[in-house]
């Protein structure tokens, strides 16, 4: 027939569409809570750690003792980066957003430590868990005072190791925890945008770092991983919950989308939120702007109340992070460094698929035409 057969199915988005088979984790599947590898996120998120979970996630099973301090060592011998990328993070403007910036350091490192002919791929994802963080403050701190900052810690954890090369200080147990949890609650979730991109580019056969690469692109946008910047720009305008409530439903009025509410799957409530909502309240209560937390819940409530849209992972976020002294624009990078688990999870279980992604579209364009010469063309 020399054509596919016609069995076409048309879904907006991919809606409801089952675009194929994971054993790495279940979203909003009834009776299902959201869980990594059979493991609740509830349980996860009190016990484990996110060297736990990104062993979990990239291994397919939890470590026992020795082999997480044998993975934790080894995530910290990943921390250093080579001489060429730190060069070529310093050519980077301190308006970047880090995103581009993150997106570069990895297609950097992917031209010096190249994926061959798909070695074991376990090995650069736990290069990108070990340095995603060394990338970014790296370049932070150099874009904005001419620094190159030491790459040594005595922080032992990605979450701690993160907020000390940040601030130069110990962190709080308290925010290390905080930032440990969220890096949990963000590792893995099913086929969203950014995996979906990452096991497309896998399709095709191509390497780890282009698959990652893509991931970060669709990450990016404020529909997918940036809404957690997004609600932190709107909260970040109040200081009482009338104030927000007020803002709030102009908003409505004006027919526009609260960043960091809504899911395509979950329909009453993200599990992921409570979680990290307490951490956010546990936080509000040292910081200056304790009044963050009201502001937050009050438009919580509100949505609820007028919409029926409940927060996801990344509205709560916003605030936790502020309060763990994270710099707004760092928000969907720290996505990305807890992320990266996930799609690497991804991308070893579609090579083992082995089948090209490629979908077919409705055509919408003109009827055919006969071609004019160029001088012909008015
Ligand atoms: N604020 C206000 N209204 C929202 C909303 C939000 N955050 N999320 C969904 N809605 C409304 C839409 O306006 C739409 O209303 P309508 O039917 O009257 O037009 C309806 O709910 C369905 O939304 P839609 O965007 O079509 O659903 P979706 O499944 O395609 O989108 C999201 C899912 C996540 C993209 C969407 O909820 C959203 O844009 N949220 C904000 C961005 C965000 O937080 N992203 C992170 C996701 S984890």
Redesign the pocket.
Known sequence: MGQVENRMIKAA?L?GVVAGDTAISTVGKEGLDLNYRGYSIGDLAEHSTFEEVAYLLIYGKLPNLSELDIYRRKLVGLRDMPRELKVSLEQLPSGAHPMDVLRTGVSVLGCLEVEMEFGDVREHADRLVGCLGSMLVYWYHFSRTGKRISLVSEETTVAGYFLDLLSGETPTDKHRRCMDVSLILYAEHEFNASTFAARVVTSTMSDYYSAIAGGIGALRG???GG?NEKAMELIEQFTTADEAERELRAIFERKE????????VYRDSDPRSDIIKAWSRELSGGSEKAYLYPVSERIEKVMWDE?R?FP???FYSASAYHYCGVPTEMFTPLFVMSRVAGWSAHIIEERGVGKLIRPSAEYTGPQPKSYQPIEKRS
Do not use: Q, T, W, Y
């Open positions: 988005g809606a404020p529909l997918h809404a989308k609260v960043m960091g509410f809504g899911h395509r919409k849209i996801n992972l990344d």
